[in-house]
C-alpha cells in the first residue's frame, strides 16, 4: 500500500467503517511508514482530546428556572399581542377597509369610482367649451383657475358624499357623465351671477374672461 | 457531557414530549434538564462567548417548545434541538460578521484553556491540547459543527447530517476537512510533542 491509498482510507478507520481486510492492510503500512504513523497518531489524538475534554464553560445552575421563567412571559406576551392586535389592529383595518372603498377599490367597474382630483380635473378640460376661456394670451392660468373653481363647486355637491361610508353607498351610481352633468348644472347658475361670483373673480382675471362666462 | 440523553429511552422521551405538548411543565423542566449541558457546550464551542451561547441556547429552547406540535418523533429531540441550535448559531455568526467583518476565530479562541483537562494534566499536554482547539476553532462553522457533534456528542454522520440539514456525503466532506486541517496545525509538533501524542494515545 502506497502512502497516497493510505490516507484515503483514514476516514473510514477512524470511522471504524474499513473492512477488516483493509483495516490489517492500513495496520502494516502504519508500522513501515513513520509519516503514515504520525498522521494516525495526530489524528487520534486529536479525536481523544476532542471526545474527552472538558467542556469550556458551563451553563449556570438557575438556566432551567430562567427559561421556564421566559417561557410563561412569552405565553403573556402572545396573549398581551393578540389583545394589542385587536385594539390596534381592528381599526386599522377597518379605516383601511373604508379608505379603499372611498378610493372605489371595491366598485368592479362598472359603477363609477368616486374621482380624484386630477381626474375631475381632466374630465372637466374635457368638457368646459372653449368660449368660457379667458385670452388666448393668458389661456393657461385661466383655465387653471375656472377648473380649480369648478372643482371646488363639484366637491361641495359631493360633500355630503364623502362624509361617511354609508353614504357613499348610497350612491353607487354616480357615472362620469353624471359628475360632469352636475358639473354643468353647478355652472348655469352662474349666468345671473353678479360680476364678483363670477368663476374669474381675481383682480387679475381679464375683463373679457368675465364676460365669455356671463354668456354661458 | 452529560450522557442523561443518551440513557433516555425513546418511550421516556415520548412520553415527556407528549405532556410538554400538553403544557406539562414538568416535562418541560425535565426535558431541558436532559439538553441544556450538551446543548450549552456545543453552541459554545461554535459562539466562543458564554452570553451569547447562553442566549442561543434559550431561544433555541423557546423555539422549539414554541413549535413543538410540528416536532417528528421519527427524530430524537435532541436531533431535532441540536437542529434548531445550530441555525441560530448560523444566524448569530453572520449578524456578528456583518457587524464586525470576518470573525477572527484565533484571537477568540483560548478560553477554553481556563478549564481543567481530565486527560491531559502536564503543562506540554495542555499545550497540545491548546492547539487541537485552536485548531478546531479556526474551522468554517459547518466543519467545526460537524466535528464537535462527531467527537464531543458522539453522533453519527447521519445524525449530523439531519442536526446541519446537509447530505450525509457533505458531512462526511466537511469531517474530512476538518481533520485535514487538525493534522496540518499540527503537523508542526516535533518529535517529543509526537510521543507525548503517542503515549497519551495509547
Known sequence: MRCEQAHQLFDAYLDGELSPSLATELGAHRVRCADCRQALAILEVSGHILASDHDGAALEGDFSDRLLACMDGNGLGWGRRLLRGLYVGGPLAAAAMIGLAFLGVFDTGQKTRILGEKHIRSEVANVVPDSIMPAAGDRGSGQDQALDIFLQQAEKSLDAKRQSWESLQKAPDLTVLQLLEMLNALLEPAEGSPPDEAPFPGADAPASATSDIEDL | ?202
Open chain 2, 1 to 202: 457531557m452529560s450522557g442523561c440523553s443518551g440513557t433516555l429511552s425513546r418511550e421516556h422521551e415520548k412520553l415527556l414530549i407528549g405532556r410538554a405538548r400538553s403544557g406539562d411543565r414538568a416535562a418541560v423542566r425535565e426535558l431541558i434538564d436532559l439538553h441544556k449541558d450538551r446543548l450549552f457546550a456545543f453552541i459554545w464551542r461554535m459562539v466562543f462567548n458564554y452570553h451569547d451561547a447562553e442566549d442561543i441556547c434559550q431561544d433555541a429552547f423557546l423555539k422549539a417548545f414554541a413549535s413543538l406540535d410540528t416536532f417528528s418523533s421519527e427524530y430524537r429531540f435532541s436531533t431535532w434541538l441540536f437542529t434548531i441550535g445550530y441555525r441560530v448559531c448560523l444566524n448569530r455568526i453572520r449578524r456578528r460578521k456583518a457587524l464586525t467583518g470576518e470573525m477572527d476565530f484565533a484571537s477568540l479562541a483560548g478560553s477554553g484553556s481556563d478549564a481543567a483537562s481530565a486527560t491531559l494534566q502536564s503543562e506540554e499536554a495542555g499545550q497540545i491540547r491548546d492547539l487541537i482547539w485552536k485548531a478546531v476553532d479556526r474551522l468554517g462553522a459547518p466543519q467545526r459543527a460537524t466535528i464537535v457533534l462527531f467527537y464531543r456528542h458522539e453522533q453519527s454522520c447521519q445524525e449530523i447530517a439531519r442536526v446541519l440539514q446537509l447530505p450525509i456525503a457533505t458531512v462526511k466532506s466537511h469531517l474530512h476537512r476538518a481533520r485535514a486541517r487538525l493534522r496540518e496545525s499540527l503537523e508542526s509538533l516535533g518529535e517529543k510533542d509526537l510521543l507525548h501524542l503517542r503515549n497519551l494515545s495509547a
